[in-house]
């Protein structure tokens, strides 16, 4: 069965830094573009960042410069590194896989990690 399980979550500081991941198993994980969304409480789900199986990436304006992800196809794999981390990141942040990128016939998703950024 198909799993996407997302660790590294937790407490920080504002300024501060988290590197999250992604352990997919039960499809070809290297066929499927990645992504990571957030939901923060009253609001609604966005897309954070995403890399492709030709590993190009994309980010949401208000984390570009602080956020990079990027994806490992041998340990099946993908991350989010998180810096300079601001207050309004605060949010439950979602692993997700899709193949076709563009019109996805297949659409996984984890079950989330929460992350706070608080003094």
């Known amino acids: 069965q198909v799993q996407l399980v997302e660790s590294g979550g937790g407490l920080v500081q504002p300024g501060g830094s988290l590197r999250l991941s992604c352990a997919a198993s039960g499809f070809t994980f290297s066929s499927y573009a990645m992504g990571w969304y957030r939901q923060a409480p009253g609001k609604q789900r966005e897309l954070v960042a995403v890399?492709?199986?030709?590993?190009?990436?994309n980010y949401t304006d208000s984390v570009k410069g602080r956020f990079t992800i990027s994806r490992d196809n041998a340990k099946n794999t993908v991350y989010l590194q998180m810096n300079s981390l601001k207050p309004e990141d605060t949010a439950v942040y979602y692993c997700?896989?899709?193949?076709?990128?563009?019109?996805?016939?297949?659409?996984?998703w984890g079950q989330g990690t929460q992350v706070t950024v608080s003094s």
């Open positions: 890399i492709s199986s030709g590993y190009s990436t």
């Open positions: 997700n896989a899709k193949f076709p990128l563009d019109g996805p016939i297949y659409d996984y």
